[in-house]
């Protein structure tokens, strides 16, 4: 009879159905330290299920563009603090792509973020990223300056898509391209998800970058945010040169 050591190395190192075998191998066995790894094995799998599950649900509006080759989830990060620019993503995933854990971009820890980032860009057929300063923000208004960031982004797209799936919004000036608007659709579309990782990460971390110019204000905590902290340090400083002012007319 194998210890509980060696069960427990053989239940950390197995996944799916090697994971299966492993529970109907010892559900039987009596002994407290073996019932409790089965338990957590079992727990594992229904996780995965359930991971499995959201993912596909994730797809169906892909699904649903079943004649279109390149379907392109846009989205964007930073449409409210008051510093730093607008950050929007273009993504085209494969079709029935597996990427998991991917989900809109605000559920999502830093550090998952990061390695998501970096599994989309090794999965993705494409990735576009467009942006727009604070000053031009200042010049055009945010949500002008957000539909601009878009259609750079979809621009640098090295291939055409035949569909855009946007979040919450219709593109003005892209006329050639079908669009369809998903209200909240970061958390409903994995193309959609994947440009608002994209998105996020890419602003997080030109934030950490002005951060270093500009470390009074704080920008590594709270990315341009209008936070307490933030909103003191704007008072006692005065603005940056990359802080948004149409935004901090009252705080200054």
């Known amino acids: 009879m194998k210890t509980i050591r060696e069960v427990q190395k053989a239940f950390a190192a197995a996944d799916g159905d090697a994971l299966v075998k492993l529970i109907e191998e010892y559900q039987s066995d009596q002994r407290a330290g073996i019932k409790k790894l089965v338990e957590r094995g079992r727990r594992k799998l229904e996780e995965k299920a359930a991971e499995e599950s959201r993912l596909d649900t994730m797809l169906s509006y892909e699904r649903s563009y079943d004649q279109a080759r390149y379907i392109c989830g846009v989205d964007e990060a930073g449409r409210g603090p008051l510093a730093g620019p607008v950050v929007a993503a273009a993504v085209i ?7 998991a854990y991917l989900n809109d971009s605000k559920q999502l820890s830093a550090r998952r973020r990061e390695l998501l980032y970096d599994e989309i860009m090794e999965k ?3 990735v576009g990223v467009g942006m727009a300063s604070p000053a031009r923000i200042d010049e055009i208004n945010i949500l002008q300056a957000t539909y601009e960031a878009m259609r750079e982004a979809i621009g640098k797209l090295s291939v055409r898509p035949d569909v855009l799936l946007n979040d919450a919004v219709i593109i003005p000036g892209i006329d050639d391209i079908p669009q369809e608007k998903i209200i909240k659709g970061d958390a409903k579309s994995l193309s959609i998800a994947a440009a608002s990782v994209i998105a996020k990460v890419t ?9 270093q110019l ?5 920008f590594d905590k709270h990315k341009g945010y209008g936070t307490a902290e933030h909103i003191t340090a704007l008072q006692n400083v005065g603005p940056s040169p990359i802080h948004r002012r ?3 007319k009252n705080f200054t």
Request: avoid cysteine; hydrophobic fraction near 40%.
């Open 93 to 99: 995933l494969p079709k029935d792509v597996t990427i």
């Open 124 to 126: 993705a057929v494409s």
């Open 203 to 211: 602003r997080d971390r030109m934030m950490m970058a002005y951060h």
């Open 214 to 218: 500009y470390p009074e204000y704080g």
């Open 246 to 248: 149409s935004f901090i």
